[in-house]
């Protein structure tokens, strides 16, 4: 006789657990049916069906699944239910918020990190800010508002923690005025979309105040250097790749942040051996694209030109160059430099201002002695007509003397 397999009973599904019916039950009464929970990898699991498609989000929640979270559940859904309804936020937003740091909770100091990180994200995403951007006004100073807020005695207040925070730059005012903007945009990127107290938010009078005044005595004549003074500066460095990257800056008229950015090209139009700079900077009204460069000798103590091929070094792999994590790099090493520590001193004496881009309007300045067309002397430089005649210098007292007695 055939055999027959023996007839397979269903089991029983396991009865739901009172806690579970009864916190089902609370949730619809909070929220509605439209809300509901489970189980998912030890958490719980919430989520929101609306609209006759049963269209919906769900998010996890911070909290392990079992009764012993069912009061903190209950509290954290009733508020998010008022986020997304009253606040009209999306259920993930509205828990971003709810679970956002707080720095009178000890667990969540490492969240101020991440807050930076969300921060980051939202400008490159919203504001397509570049990376050097986020670097030189933002990253630095929130670091320091970091530091402050993970410290054993975090502040309390958005005025307290600006006001501890600025302190590296407290005599630079230029510097401590961004550090306040950047501070400041962060914390009310917290408070209006990461669920942060509004006591982190800083009043306009007092953002004001954190900035200071700048007194009449702080502000400074930009100057240029003359070429004995760049080549006095190149002779005392000891360092090949920072003598190199000075001496770049001299011959070409660069950026310090365009160091990074260099390129020896054949030109076609004449088949030479070219520099080529692919650095673009962004501006209020568009880009400068990457352009050519042009070499304009200094000229050493005999009045004949200083020549440096180092465009050929570069192609064979013979200009070493050192290490620049920022645009700051430069201004650090020449701060550093005894003969550079002079030439300040000097200059400030005189009420002027030295500065790494007085190596860029020592270019101007004897492009300018050589070359007529202003036209052509800005777009060599990477910047509009307009630009280099309102911030470079193209003529000192010495030049402008000399160029006059020239016409005897």
């Not at 918020?97 to 969300?118: F, H, I, K, Y």
């Not at 900077?281 to 042009?294: A, E, I, Q, V």
């Not at 003969?339 to 101007?364: F, N």
Request: proline fraction near 6%; hydrophobic fraction near 40%.
């Amino acid at each position: 006789m055939p055999s027959f397999p023996a007839a397979v009973v269903p089991s029983m599904p396991a009865p739901t657990p009172k806690w579970l019916t009864g916190f089902r039950a609370v949730v619809h009464s909070i929220a509605g049916r439209g809300w509901s929970v489970k189980e998912s990898r030890g958490r719980i699991r919430l989520s929101v069906r609306y609209g006759a498609e049963g269209k919906g989000s769900s998010v996890t929640l911070p909290l392990e699944w079992g009764a012993h979270s069912v009061a903190d559940a209950l509290d954290l859904i009733r508020r998010l239910h008022h986020g997304t309804t009253i606040g009209n936020r999306s259920l993930r937003d509205a828990l971003r918020l709810e679970t956002a740091p707080d720095a009178a909770n000890v667990d969540s100091r490492g969240q101020w990190a991440q807050l930076v990180d969300t921060f980051h994200h939202d400008l490159k995403t919203h504001d397509r800010i570049k990376e050097c951007t986020w670097t030189d006004s933002y990253g630095r100073f929130l670091a320091a508002a970091v530091a402050e807020l993970e410290g054993s005695r975090p502040p309390a207040n958005g005025y307290d923690l600006i006001t501890r925070a600025l302190a590296p730059w407290a005599a630079m005012p230029r510097s401590r005025s961004i550090a306040v903007n950047a501070i400041c945009r962060w914390l009310d990127f917290g408070v209006d979309h990461c669920g942060l107290s509004d006591s982190w938010r800083v009043s306009a009078s007092s953002r004001k105040r954190l900035k200071g005044r700048e007194v009449p005595g702080e502000r400074r004549e930009k100057t240029t250097l003359t070429d004995a003074e760049i080549l006095q500066l190149i002779a005392s460095i000891r360092s090949e790749p920072w003598a190199n990257a000075i001496k770049l800056l001299a011959l070409y008229g660069l950026r310090p942040e365009e160091l990074n950015h260099l390129e020896a090209r054949t030109d076609a139009r004449k088949d030479e051996l070219r520099m080529w700079c692919g650095y673009s900077k962004t501006c209020g009204r568009g880009s400068t694209p990457p352009r050519w460069l042009f070499p304009v000798p200094l000229a050493g103590a005999d009045g004949e030109p200083v020549i440096w091929n180092l465009v050929g070094a570069m192609a064979i792999g013979q200009l070493p160059l050192p290490p620049l994590s920022d645009k700051f790099a430069v201004g650090t090493f020449l701060r550093r430099q005894v003969v550079w520590q002079q030439l300040v001193s000097s200059y400030k004496e005189r009420g002027l201002w030295v500065r790494p881009y007085s190596l860029r309007d020592a270019y101007a300045t004897r492009a300018h002695q050589r070359i007529a067309n202003t036209a052509a002397i800005s777009t060599a430089m990477g910047h509009s007509l307009r630009v280099h005649s309102d911030s470079y210098i193209s003529a000192t007292e010495h030049t402008t003397a000399e160029a006059f007695d020239a016409i005897g």
